[in-house]
């Protein structure tokens, strides 16, 4: 994909399907600004995760990676690869700040949040 770098998983053995049809619309839909509308002499997005929405320890969370603590977007899927949310965070908040929101607000969801992927605009 033009204009998408890859950065490594964070998942380390988490079951999301990367190949799951939104993921894959989620792709393509960055690919197709990337190509149409992102000038050409900026940098690619850099694509991070799943990582998994847990707070609980578990190996694999997106709290305290790197790209939580910057500006950029975020795609939030359920368990079993559905597309939930996709949502951003601008200069004045970094995506860890809108993330740990959804903590509190699960309940609120039809299907629970199980995964992010964090698209950092770099």
Known sequence: MVGISRAPS???GLVMDLN???NQRLLAALDDYVTNHRH???RPFLMHGPCTMSSEGIKGSWEGTDPS???GCYAI???EGSLLY???ASNSKS???R????RYEASAWAEKPAYVRIIEVV
């Open 10 to 12: 964070h998942t380390l």
């Open 40 to 42: 050409p002499a900026r």
């Open 20 to 22: 799951s049809a939104d």
């Open 77 to 79: 899927f359920s368990q």
């Open 95 to 97: 995506v860890g700040a």
């Open 86 to 88: 996709i949502g951003k």
């Open 99 to 102: 993330l740990v929101r959804f």
């Open 69 to 71: 603590w910057k500006a």
